[in-house]
C-alpha cells in the first residue's frame, strides 16, 4: 500500500488526464510502485494498481511485461544496466561488460549472493556520445572504465552500508 | 563557426532557468505569436520555413499541422515525442537538459497554432532525471505567465504534463506512442486513421519531435522566410547531430544544413576527425536505421560530388549508393570495426524492440539476429548470406509500422556495401574471431581525408 504522501501523488498524476482517461497513469504508477515496493513489481502489487485505476489486472500484467524497464522479479539493491547496441559496442562496451562479470563474479541476468548487484544488458539509452555506460537507478554513468566500474561498486557498498 | 538557431544561448549560465532564459530574449517569439499573431498567421510562417520533421522522417511540420481536424467541441492535443531511441540519437536529451524553456515556448506556440489546451511531453522513461528538469521549468513558466489560465492576458489556456515511458523504442512511433500514453502496451496503430483524425483518447492529435517543437521559436524570432534562408533547398535551417562512435568529439552539434560531410566529420568545429589517428571506414549517418554507407560513398555521391549534410544529400544515389538524415545520429566506424558484429548488435536491437503485432518483424528480426550470431561466431555458410538478404527483403514493407523497415535496412545495406567482409567471415571462420576485415578497399580511392578548411 502506498503511504498517505504516495496517494497524494497518485492523484495528481490521475488529475493530468480528462475524466475517464485515469488508465493512462498506468505506466506513471508502476513506476511509482516499483520505486517504493523493492524495484520490482509482484502480482500483488500490480493488483493494488490495477485496483487504484479501477482497471482489470490483465491490463496492469499486460504493459508490465512490454515495457523493459519493470523488472518482474526481485533484483538486487543496485543493478546494473549497461549498453551494448553498436554505438557503445564501438568503443567498447564488451570489455566493459566482461569487466563487471568477472568482478562481481556472476553472469549477465544474475544478482549477487549478498543481494547488492544485479547485472544487466540494455539497449541503447540514448548516451551514445558518453560511451561506454550503463544506467544505475536514475542516473547515467558515462565514458566507463574499468576503474570507474571500480569506483562505482566501492561507492555502491559504502551507501549500503 | 556556422550559425546557429537553437544552441545560439545554449553556452549563456544558468540558460536553464527562466530568469536567465528571458531575460536573453527567451518567450519573445511566444509573446509575438500569441499577442499579435492569430493561429493562422503562425501556421503560416511555420510553412514558409519549410521546416521538416527533426525526428527522422522530415515530413513538412507546416502540413502535418494543416491535416488536424477541427470538429466543434472535440479538443485537441499536442504530443511531444521525446522518446528519442534510436541508436546514435541523443539530442533532445541534450535540449531539454540544457534549454528546457526553449521547448516549453515550442510548446506554447505550437498548441497556440493548433488551438491546443493541453499537451503531454512523452519521455523516454531511462530519461529518468529529465522530467525533474522540465517539470521545473513548467513551474517557472506558470508562475510567470506563459502557461495555466489566460496566459499573458490573452484569454489562451495551456496546461503541458511530463509523461515517462518505460523502456520502449516502439514508442518512437507516434502512434505506438499514442498507445503508451493511454496506458497500454506500445503496439501501433493501422494508419489511416491518423493521428490528425483520431489520436490520443481518439482526438485530433499532433505528434512532433522534441527539435521540431523547438525550432518553432526561431522561426517565430526571424520569420519563416529568414529561417528558409539557413540551409540548402528543401533542407532548411539548423539540424542537431549527435556525433558518436570512433571520433575525436562527440557530442551533440548544431549544424546549418549547408555543410559538407567531410567536414563535419574532420573539421575541430564538429567530430574533430578520427579518434585514435585511425582512418575512416564507414558510417551510419542517421541513426541506427538507416543504411550504412562506405568511407568512399560517405564522402562523395556516386557521381564524384561532395556529399551534403543535408535531407537531399545524403539520400542522394537512393539506397543502392546513398543513405538518409534520418534523426542525425550520426555514427562513425573507424578501420578497426567489424561491420558483422556491428549489424549484429543492430538486429539484436530491433529483435528486442519489436512489439511482436506483425508475424514479418517479430519472427524475421529474431531469425536475422540469430543468422548473424551465426556468422559473427564463426559457424556461418555462405548461403547465410543470401539468406538474410531473403529475410530483410521479406520484413521491409510488410509491418504496420516502419520498425520492420528500420530493422531489415541495416542489415541489407551491410550486405550491399560490405558483402566480401560477411564472405571473409564465412571463408576465415578462425580469423574473423580473432581479428577484423580491416578496410580493404572500402576507403579507396580516399587516403586520410584532409581536414577540410572551415
Known sequence: MFSEEKLNKVKEIIARYPAGKQKSALIPLLHLAQEEFGGWLSAETMDYVASLLQIKPIEVYEVATFYSMFNLKPVGKYVFEVCQTGPCMLRGSDNIIDYIKKKLDIGVGETTNDGLFTLKTVECLGACGYAPMMQLGKHFREHLTPEKVDAIIEECRVKAN | ?454
Request: with cysteine; aromatic share 10%.
Open chain 2, 1 to 454: 563557426m556556422g550559425r546557429k538557431l537553437l544552441f545560439d544561448k545554449a553556452h549563456i549560465e544558468g540558460i536553464r532557468y527562466y530568469d536567465v532564459y528571458r531575460a536573453n530574449g527567451g518567450y519573445g517569439s511566444a509573446e509575438k505569436a500569441l499577442k499579435s499573431m492569430k493561429p493562422e498567421e503562425v501556421l503560416e510562417e511555420v510553412k514558409k520555413s519549410g521546416l521538416r520533421g527533426r525526428g527522422g522522417a522530415g515530413f513538412p511540420t507546416g502540413m502535418k499541422w494543416s491535416f488536424i481536424a477541427k470538429p466543434e467541441g472535440v479538443p485537441r492535443y499536442l504530443v511531444c515525442n521525446a522518446d528519442e531511441s534510436e541508436p546514435g540519437t541523443f539530442k533532445d536529451r541534450y535540449l531539454m537538459e540544457f534549454i528546457p524553456h526553449l521547448l516549453i515556448e515550442g510548446l506554447l506556440i505550437s498548441s497556440y497554432t493548433l488551438g491546443c489546451n493541453s499537451c503531454y511531453i512523452y519521455i523516454r522513461g531511462e530519461y529518468a532525471w529529465i522530467p525533474e528538469i522540465l517539470e521545473q521549468a513548467i513551474a517557472e513558466a506558470k508562475k510567470n505567465g506563459w502557461l495555466g489560465k489566460n496566459i499573458q492576458g490573452t484569454g489562451f489556456d495551456l496546461e503541458i504534463y511530463v509523461q515517462r515511458g518505460a523502456g520502449a523504442y516502439i514508442c518512437g512511433e507516434e502512434t505506438a506512442l499514442i498507445e503508451s500514453l493511454e496506458g497500454k502496451r506500445g503496439n501501433p496503430r493501422i494508419k489511416p486513421p491518423f493521428p490528425a483524425v483520431k489520436g490520443l483518447w481518439d482526438c485530433p492529435t499532433v505528434v512532433n519531435n522534441v527539435e521540431t517543437l523547438a525550432a518553432v521559436v526561431p522561426i517565430l524570432r526571424i520569420g519563416g522566410d529568414e529561417y528558409a534562408k539557413y540551409g540548402i533547398g528543401k533542407s532548411t535551417g539548423t539540424k542537431l547531430i549527435s556525433a558518436c562512435g570512433n571520433i575525436n568529439k562527440p557530442g551533440v552539434y548544431e549544424i546549418e544544413m549547408n555543410i559538407s560531410v567531410e567536414e563535419f566529420i574532420y573539421s575541430d568545429e564538429y567530430c574533430g576527425g578520427i579518434a585514435n589517428g585511425k582512418r575512416l571506414k564507414a558510417c551510419i549517418p542517421g541513426g541506427s536505421s538507416v543504411p550504412i554507407l562506405p568511407a568512399n560513398l560517405l564522402l562523395k555521391t556516386a557521381k564524384g560530388e561532395q556529399r551534403m549534410m543535408t535531407y537531399e544529400g545524403l539520400a542522394d544515389g537512393g539506397f543502392a549508393t546513398g543513405t538518409m538524415l534520418g534523426s542525425g545520429g550520426f555514427i562513425v566506424l573507424d578501420e578497426d570495426q567489424c561491420i558483422v558484429k556491428n549489424t549484429l548488435t543492430f538486429a539484436r536491437f530491433y529483435h528486442h524492440e519489436s512489439c511482436g503485432q506483425c508475424s514479418p518483424c517479430r519472427e524475421g528480426t529474431g531469425w536475422m539476429k540469430r543468422v548473424l550470431q551465426n556468422i559473427e561466431n564463426g559457424k556461418g555458410k555462405m548461403s547465410d548470406i543470401d539468406l538474410l538478404w531473403d529475410i530483410q527483403r521479406k520484413i521491409e514493407g510488410n509491418t504496420i509500422c516502419p520498425l520492420g523497415d528500420a530493422a531489415a535496412w541495416p542489415v541489407a545495406a551491410a550486405i550491399r556495401h560490405f558483402r566480401d567482409e560477411f564472405e571473409w567471415h564465412v571463408l576465415h571462420p578462425e580469423e574473423a574471431t580473432k581479428r577484423n576485415f580491416g578496410l580493404a578497399h572500402y576507403a579507396d580511392p580516399l587516403e586520410i581525408a584532409a581536414p577540410a578548411a572551415v
